[in-house]
């Protein structure tokens, strides 16, 4: 029992460490990945094919939805996001 636990404590100890090295997106980073996730959303909205996929807060059509998320989270995370509605508008408009 003793040592599950001891196992258990390493394990979090090592999960939580990498997960300190994670650098939130900064300000400037944020303003201009919000920026271009209105331009994404604004194209999507104004192709046919693609509007009607168009839902949730990855579309949102508002600049602040976009940079307080970025500001909350990994660079990684935030262009996983970016790329996510590249890839929809890619397959939407058959590019």
Do not use: P
Request: include cysteine.
């Amino acid at each position: 029992m003793a040592r599950n636990l001891l196992v258990a404590g390493v394990a979090l100890a090592l999960c939580l460490s990498g997960m300190a090295e994670v650098q939130a997106a900064d300000n400037a980073f944020c303003q201009q990945y919000a920026q271009a996730a209105l331009n994404q959303v604004r194209g999507g909205l104004n192709n046919g094919a693609c509007a009607g996929g168009i839902k949730g807060s990855r579309w949102s059509s508002d600049y602040n939805v976009h940079y307080d998320w970025c500001r909350g989270v990994s660079y990684e995370a935030a262009g996983a996001e970016r790329d996510a509605r590249s890839a929809y508008l890619r397959r939407c408009t058959g590019q």
